[in-house]
Nanobody, 123 residues
Framework: EVQLVESGGGLVQAGGSLRLSCAAS????????IGWFRQAPGKEREGVSC????????TYADSVKGRFTISRDNAKNMVYLQMNSLKPEDTAVYYC????????????????WGQGTQVTVSS
């Protein structure tokens, strides 16, 4: 059974930090690109960051560049999203997703999705 389980969300003050984790199982993790997405109430889901399966290359949304860092540990089947200098507009449910290379992008194309973890940033 394929599973992606996010953790690490919570309530933090503006300017604070959180590290989200995504634990993957049930598929060959190292073959998949991993993305982090978020969805705020009343808004569409947006891509936050993604990391490739091959060379670990990363992509970030302009809104999080310089503040968020994505990383992966293929030995542990884990992906992380370090979020620094958090802003109230970062408040959302954050999801990790796994997709095949060349199909998985910042806008979609992912095969597997987690249930999400809530991040709330207070002003």
């Amino acid at each position: 059974e394929v599973q992606l389980v996010e953790s690490g969300g919570g309530l933090v003050q503006a300017g604070g930090s959180l590290r989200l984790s995504c634990a993957a199982s049930g598929f060959t993790f190292s073959d998949y690109a991993i993305g982090w997405f978020r969805q705020a109430p009343g808004k569409e889901r947006e891509g936050v960051s993604c990391i490739s399966s091959s060379d670990g290359s990363t992509t970030y949304a302009d809104s999080v560049k310089g503040r968020f860092t994505i990383s992966r540990d293929n030995a542990k089947n884990m992906v992380y999203l370090q979020m620094n200098s958090l802003k109230p507009e970062d408040t959302a449910v954050y999801y990790c997703a796994a997709g095949r290379p060349l199909r998985a992008t910042m806008t979609g194309g992912y095969d597997y999705w987690g249930q999400g973890t809530q991040v709330t940033v207070s002003s």
